[in-house]
Nanobody, 126 residues
């Protein structure tokens, strides 16, 4: 069993920054792809960013490229999402998720992620 716990969400003004963290426990973390997804009110959950097990492959949604950076610290079983230049349309609940093992390339598809955190709210005011 895997437990994922997000933290770092909050209220920020447009143009500001936040860093989300996701701590994993319960099983090996360092061999899995880790992803971030988000769900805005009234919308479907969408892919934000992902990093494969060794950090070689990272992918971003077009809407966050150049503003968000995903990283991982396998020694701490933690994945991060640094969010800069935040906009009101970044407002959502952000979820981290654990994906496949030893992926060469990350997946952008939810069905390839087997464990999910409870989510952390990010609100960006204009």
């Amino acid at each position: 069993q895997v437990q994922l716990a997000e933290s770092g969400g909050g209220l920020v003004q447009a143009g500001g920054s936040l860093r989300l963290s996701c701590a994993a426990s319960g099983r090996a973390f360092s061999i899995n792809t880790m992803g971030w997804f988000r769900q805005a009110p009234g919308k479907e959950r969408e892919f934000v960013a992902a990093v494969n097990w060794n950090g070689v492959d990272t992918r971003y949604a077009d809407s966050v490229k150049g503003r968000f950076t995903i990283s991982r610290d396998n020694a701490k079983n933690t994945v991060y999402l640094q969010m800069n230049s935040l906009r009101p349309d970044d407002t959502a609940v952000y979820y981290c998720a654990l994906g496949g093992r030893y992926d060469l390339w990350v997946s952008l598809q939810e069905h390839n992620y087997s464990y999910w955190g409870q989510g952390t709210q990010v609100t960006v005011s204009s």
